[in-house]
């Protein structure tokens, strides 16, 4: 495991008086694992910040097999995370204070140069010339093996199937059978139809506990389940604009694309969490104005103008009452 794929475990990680406390009410290994599981799940979200709705932590129980009730209260009963329940969201201070000492020796470790990981570079000997009467060196010796070793294998392999095939055929014209050709090698299609991969997609997106396993997977959580309508939408629009329809014949090329294009911290993902924020800006902006007209600029409401600064009208039977400054009915 390298070093900064994860998070390093301090030296007295049990000696946690709430991690002890857990051990003893629930059972000891079946919440250790949970614990982790949640510190590396948020050791791959954003700002190691997670969602804790319902639906995502009923889904993250289901993709790891747990008991949905001690997952609760392993989040919520030790004082092992923090969880703002209006956002509801959570994190690990002890996950903050670990990755803040990681990354404090990362940016040590920029300022010095080091680039660390990068292996020693290997001088090469130079070959002799065999043909020459020369001694081979270590490399071509190598070579020589690797080759000769190659060959026998491929001419017992080519040996052995001729033979295979032989007996099969020999075996079956004893019994009086007739020997018929598989359909792939007389070139006839696959029985199973190639469906277009817009089908595919709609295909995957009926299925809500894979739909769901993508949220935590992508950690955008509730943000992706109350948008997936244009999530689906996204990813079409990147397979069109990166030319990937030819490779999507199956499901599975499909449920293996989407994957990697929510994957943590890759550029599309991040696209697509900044397009769906943006799609929630939006939708409650047209919300908080949903009783009032946009002409040329202009708020209005039954033709009537609506002052620059004023607040949103607040329902169908407001009217802006001038002297007072102020919506009434």
Request: net charge negative; proline share 5%.
């Amino acid at each position: 495991m390298k070093k900064d794929q994860y998070f390093n475990l301090e030296v007295n990680f049990l000696s946690n008086d709430n991690i002890v406390r857990m051990m003893m009410e629930l059972d000891a290994a079946q919440s250790l694992g949970i614990y982790m599981m949640l510190l590396t799940h948020l050791r791959k979200a954003d700002n190691y910040e997670a969602s804790c709705c319902p639906l995502c932590m009923g889904a993250f129980a289901r993709m790891y097999d747990l008991d949905a009730d001690v997952l609760q209260r392993v989040l919520r009963e030790f004082d092992l995370f923090v969880l703002d329940e209006e956002r509801q969201m959570f994190r690990s201070p002890y996950l903050d204070r670990v990755m803040a000492k990681l990354e404090e020796r990362r940016m040590i470790n920029v300022a010095n140069g080091k680039k660390g990981g990068r292996p020693k570079r290997m001088e090469s000997t130079p070959e002799t010339p065999m043909d020459k009467g020369g001694k081979p060196n270590q490399n071509q010796k190598s070579r020589e093996e690797e080759r000769r070793v190659t060959t026998v294998v491929k001419d017992n392999n080519s040996s052995n199937e001729e033979k295979t095939e032989k007996e099969h055929s020999a075996a079956a014209a004893s019994d009086g059978l007739q020997i018929v050709t598989p359909p792939e090698d007389r070139g006839q299609l696959p029985l199973q139809p190639v469906l277009p991969w817009e089908m595919l997609v709609d295909q995957m997106a009926e299925s809500e506990s894979y739909m769901e396993s993508m949220a935590m997977h992508s950690c955008m959580g509730k943000l992706f389940v109350e948008r997936q309508e244009e999530v689906i939408a996204a990813f079409k629009e990147h397979i069109r604009r990166f030319g990937r329809e030819d490779g999507l014949l199956f499901l599975r090329d499909v449920k293996l694309y989407f994957g990697n294009y929510l994957s943590p911290g890759g550029r599309p993902a991040q696209e697509l969490k900044k397009r769906l924020l943006g799609s929630c800006r939006q939708a409650a902006e047209e919300e908080l104005y949903r009783f009032e007209q946009l002409i040329g600029g202009q708020r209005t409401y039954l033709g009537h103008p609506i002052p620059k600064d004023a607040p949103p009208r607040p329902d169908r039977s407001a009217v802006w009452d001038e002297v007072h400054w102020k919506w009434g009915n």
